[in-house]
């Protein structure tokens, strides 16, 4: 058998050249983040829920949404918390809010990736991790959490 066993290290590298190979890098999660969150803000339904927890903690915030989106994208490692801990807390977040969660980060991307390539990366990690969150805070249909 020839399967290669790689280091984390190595693993890290591989996930930032293949991320890079396709035009992401920290600079694009940033503007990301900051495009994103603005539209967030701005939203009449998501708006009042992330300034009722947020209120004028936003510059911490989004360092703290950089450093999450490098460690998903970039594998950069730098990010600790305990995403399903921190929306299981929220109150009056129902799927709908989710769909449009979704359709803003989606939109976002539109305008200001630079590729479909980068679009469909972010747009499909987004989705898997609203799935699971959605899971953790209103259970699968018909299946009780
Ligand atoms: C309806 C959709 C969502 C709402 C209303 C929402 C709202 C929030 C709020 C208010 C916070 C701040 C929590 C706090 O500081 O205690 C937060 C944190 C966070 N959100 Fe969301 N969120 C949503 C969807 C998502 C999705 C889809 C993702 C990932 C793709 C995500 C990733 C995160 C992360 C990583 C944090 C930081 C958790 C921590 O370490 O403190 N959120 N969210």
Not at 44 to 52: A, K, N, S, W, Y
């Amino acid at each position: 058998m020839d399967a290669k066993v790689i280091s984390a290290a190595e693993r890290r590298a591989q996930v930032q050249l293949d991320a890079a190979s396709i035009g992401i890098d920290e600079d694009f999660i940033s503007d990301l983040v900051d495009a994103f969150y603005a539209r967030v803000r701005a939203d009449q339904q998501l708006g009042p829920i992330f300034d009722e927890v947020i209120r004028d903690n936003w510059d911490a915030h989004l360092a703290k949404m950089k450093l999450f989106w490098a460690s998903v994208a970039l594998n950069a490692g730098l990010y600790s918390g305990r995403p399903m801990d921190a929306h299981r807390r929220l109150s009056g977040v129902e799927p709908r809010h989710f769909s449009l969660w979704l359709e803003l980060f989606r939109s976002t991307l539109d305008d200001i990736s630079p590729t479909p390539a980068v679009r469909l990366y972010f747009v499909e990690r987004a989705e898997r991790i609203a799935q699971s969150l959605q899971l953790g805070m209103f259970g699968a249909p018909g299946v009780p959490r």
